[in-house]
């Protein structure tokens, strides 16, 4: 949190340490794994996983944390999607208020009302909802209205040359008020350096994720 300095959630990434090829990255995996199908149960894991991790933190007695995790395109279109979500909470026994899903636009734009309509079934179980790596894809204003979202993440992609780029800076500001107009949350990702937490506090940017 930008304000406080509080952390106030985490992201579940996943990471493939192979026998062979030791570490692969996602951006190997991921879009053989989208190809394949695999993503689907991959991904069923990964939310089941991560809403038993969230709650063994809380029953540690940890400070509570929303978990955020990534659903693949893939994922979103497979029609028991909300009904995975659903059984991983139930299961763990998380409350549903502690689970964030990322979604991102060009995922949304595929087939907008389907997703809009899954979204909102979503939101209705109580599960908070973000568009992942905005300015990336190309979804339209209005289209980003009709949403039912709590937040924008910056991509980083903006945010590494933030300290030099007046065109970076440009757009960062403007996502920044746009989400605050929409009464969204923003969150800029990829934050590496005090100049750029810096400028993001000083635009009330609401929060920040990254190496720093």
């Known amino acids: 949190d930008l304000r406080t300095g509080r952390i106030f959630g985490v992201e579940?990434?996943?990471?493939?340490n192979h026998p062979e090829h030791r570490h692969v990255s996602p951006a190997r995996f991921i879009p053989l794994?989208?190809?394949?199908?695999?993503?689907?149960?991959?991904?069923e894991w990964v939310m089941q996983t991560a809403c038993a991790q969230n709650k063994t933190w809380r029953d540690a007695g940890l400070p509570p944390v929303t978990i955020s995790v990534n659903v693949s395109a893939r994922q979103f279109e497979e029609k028991h999607l909300v009904d995975r979500v659903a059984e991983a909470l139930r299961k763990s026994a998380l409350p549903a208020e502690c689970l964030e899903i990322e979604v991102t636009e060009s995922l949304i734009m595929r087939d907008m009302q389907q997703a809009v309509g899954r979204m909102r079934e979503l939101k209705a179980m109580g599960v908070s909802l973000s568009v992942d790596d905005f300015g990336t894809g190309y979804s339209s204003l209005s289209a980003l209205k009709s949403f039912p979202i709590s937040t924008l993440k910056i991509d980083k992609s903006f945010i590494s040359d933030l300290a030099t780029s007046l065109d970076d800076q440009a757009i960062v500001r403007a996502v920044i008020s746009l989400g605050h107009n929409l009464n969204l949350r923003v969150i800029a990702e990829g934050v590496e350096t005090e100049q750029q937490r810096r400028f993001l506090r000083e635009y009330d940017c609401d929060e920040m994720q990254g190496y720093l």
Do not use: F, N
């Not at 579940?12 to 493939?16: C, E, K, T």
């Open 12 to 16: 579940a990434l996943a990471r493939w």
């Open 33 to 43: 794994a989208e190809e394949s199908g695999v993503i689907v149960q991959l991904g």
